[in-house]
């Protein structure tokens, strides 16, 4: 099982982003999908989740101007980041609790990362 993130890239304070994140492999089903974020010398920080019956949540700091959806059929998760801010700089690391069936056939049920993507507001 992996997860792809992309989406991220260099953008003015203001402005917008959308962030993606494919899981793949012999996925059985995804629960609880979401985004966290580690700006330069901190720890990293939960950004929003969302579980697999839609029901979402946010960080106090982007409530109003992230919105985190999913795509059940492609494993997808996104998070479409507006009014972008300085202090939104950092990688955003995608994560995913997936049940998966293994190499032996049976089924596991484990949290996954993705590699991260950076983004970067300029203000």
């Known amino acids: 099982v992996q997860l792809q993130a992309s989406g991220g890239g260099l953008v003015q304070a203001g402005g917008s982003l959308r962030l993606s994140c494919a899981a793949s492999?012999?996925?059985?089903?995804?629960?609880?999908m979401g985004w966290h974020r580690q700006a330069p010398g901190k720890q990293r920080e939960l950004v929003a989740a969302?579980?697999?019956?839609?029901?979402?949540s946010y960080a106090d700091s982007v409530k109003g101007r992230f919105t985190i959806s999913r795509d059940n059929a492609k494993n997808t998760v996104f998070l479409q980041m507006n009014s972008l801010k300085f202090e939104d700089t950092g990688v955003y690391y995608c994560?995913?609790?997936?049940?998966?069936?293994?190499?032996?056939?049976?089924?596991?049920?484990?949290?996954?990362w993705g590699r991260g993507t950076q983004v970067t507001v300029s203000s």
């Open positions: 994560n995913a609790d997936i049940k998966f069936r293994s190499a032996l056939g049976n089924l596991i049920q484990s949290g996954h």
């Open positions: 969302i579980t697999s019956d839609g029901s979402t």
């Open positions: 492999g012999t996925i059985f089903s995804i629960n609880r």
